[in-house]
């Protein structure tokens, strides 16, 4: 089955608003979690990732919520802009695994101005 | 210029005949990858190379052969390709570990007739 799994397909927030994708994962083994955006036609990029031994990380506009015992974690875009639009795929690995980056189905964020 | 590389970016065959993609990386990387998106846009991961060797295998039909000469070359060779692999298919490195930040080629998109 899908080990990591994006359950909104897309999300629209107004311009100024606050976005927040979310990401549901099995693997209790999973010690490793980043979102990485993918503007179309181009290659996903990494935006922010973080270690199980932190539930959050802030860089800028950007906050990653880890929530180990549920399972989940999120990215939070405050002051949201268009240029924000884009699909945002998170995704999950372990460090003492076999180093394979599983990503989830992505969610299209439109930030509407 | 440091970069993943691929070639071709497009490639239209029909079914029954054989492709090759290539994979260059020039980061220092140790660690290659290939990826599949499909029609959903889920990226899923095929194969894995450390330092030339095999590290992951997913179930990937048997036509899907992957060949790295070195740790900077992983190319992707399908022999007889069928209707549902036209994807793109994403070449990947990362230094080894599973906190390494992953970067992504340009993609090369393949269409089956």
């Not at chain 2, 990362?94 to 970067?103: D, I, K, N, S, V």
């Amino acid at each position: 089955g899908q080990q990591v799994k994006q359950s909104s397909p897309s999300l629209t927030v107004q311009e100024g608003g606050i976005s927040i994708l979310n990401c549901d994962y099995e693997n209790d083994m999973f010690d490793y979690f980043a979102w990485y955006k993918k503007y179309p036609d181009n290659s996903p990029t990494l935006l922010i990732s973080v270690r199980s031994n932190v539930d959050k990380r802030e860089d800028g506009r950007l906050t990653v919520f880890l929530n180990k015992s549920g399972k989940h974690f999120s990215l939070h875009i405050t002051a949201s802009q268009p240029e924000d639009t884009a699909v945002y795929l998170c995704a999950a690995d372990y460090q003492g695994g076999s180093a394979k980056l599983i990503f989830g189905e992505g969610t299209k964020l439109t930030v509407s101005s | 210029e440091t970069a993943v590389f691929q070639t071709p970016n497009y490639h239209v065959t029909q079914v029954g005949n054989e492709v090759s993609f290539n994979c260059k990386q020039t980061l220092g990387h140790d660690t290659m990858y290939w990826y599949k998106q499909d029609s959903k846009k889920l990226l899923k991961i095929m194969f894995s190379y450390n330092n030339k060797q095999l590290i992951v295998n997913e179930t990937v039909p048997r036509r899907f052969s992957p060949q790295s000469s070195d740790k900077a070359h992983l190319n992707l060779r399908i022999k007889s390709v069928e209707p549902e692999d036209s994807a793109v298919y994403l070449c990947a490195s990362r230094h080894w570990g599973g906190a390494e930040t992953l970067y992504f080629g340009s993609g090369t998109r393949l269409t089956v007739l």
